[in-house]
């Protein structure tokens, strides 16, 4: 499918501060997470959850993202405001794969496959067994800058402050 403005969007996304947004036109095949150095050093976590679609069934429709390639096959877009992962881009494949994470209903793209065995984090088992609390009461007074899980006409993300660069 092509990425006109006549066609729906099967799943949209964006970064945290809402400069970069996209839209898949296509439902992602084999989402899947990583385990591999890579990806945890590009996520800053302990795996990156991916969903990939063709190339051409991706439309960055606010804003562009900024690019590092982190080998020689792979291409990795982040929002250059404020840092949020974005994909995966593997340069021998008309293919890329946005960070689940990033998408405005996470939930709807459960993995269903593991890569980068070898490098995953042994502690990843324990982690449904941590004890736990539920936070969003606790932060309900906050101000958020973060771009909400829908789009927003006309969103502009907040401005850098002097304080964020101390
Ligand atoms: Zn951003
Ligand atoms: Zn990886």
Same mark, same amino acid.
């Given at each position: 499918?092509?990425?006109?403005?006549?066609?729906?969007?099967?799943?949209?996304? @964006?970064?945290?501060?809402?400069?970069?947004?996209?839209?898949?036109?296509?439902?992602?095949?084999? +989402?899947?997470?990583?385990?591999?150095?890579?990806?945890?050093?590009?996520?800053?976590?302990?795996?990156?959850?991916?969903?990939?679609?063709?190339?051409?069934?991706?439309?960055?429709? @606010?804003?562009?993202?900024?690019?590092?390639?982190?080998?020689?096959?792979?291409?990795?877009?982040?929002?250059?405001?404020?840092?949020?992962?974005?994909?995966?881009?593997?340069?021998?494949?008309?293919?890329?794969?946005? &960070?689940?994470?990033?998408?405005?209903?996470?939930?709807?793209? +459960?993995?269903?496959?593991?890569?980068?065995?070898?490098?995953?984090?042994?502690?990843?088992?324990?982690? &449904?067994?941590?004890?736990?609390?539920? &936070?969003?009461?606790?932060?309900? @007074?906050? &101000?958020?800058?973060?771009? +909400?899980?829908?789009?927003?006409?006309?969103?502009?993300?907040? +401005?850098?402050?002097?304080?964020?660069?101390?």
């Amino acid at each position: 499918m092509a990425n006109t403005e006549a066609c729906v969007a099967v799943l949209t996304g @964006g970064c945290q501060c809402g400069a970069v947004r996209y839209a898949l036109y296509a439902a992602p095949e084999d +989402p899947s997470i990583c385990h591999c150095r890579m990806c945890q050093k590009a996520v800053g976590g302990p795996f990156a959850a991916l969903a990939g679609v063709q190339l051409d069934d991706l439309a960055w429709t @606010g804003g562009q993202p900024a690019a590092f390639q982190s080998s020689s096959i792979v291409v990795r877009h982040f929002c250059a405001a404020c840092g949020t992962p974005l994909t995966y881009r593997d340069l021998r494949r008309e293919r890329i794969s946005v &960070t689940i994470g990033s998408l405005d209903e996470p939930a709807r793209v +459960p993995p269903v496959r593991q890569y980068g065995l070898e490098s995953r984090l042994a502690w990843c088992d324990a982690l &449904t067994d941590l004890p736990g609390v539920e &936070t969003e009461a606790k932060y309900a @007074g906050l &101000t958020s800058y973060q771009h +909400p899980d829908h789009k927003v006409p006309g969103w502009q993300p907040r +401005p850098p402050q002097p304080s964020e660069n101390a």
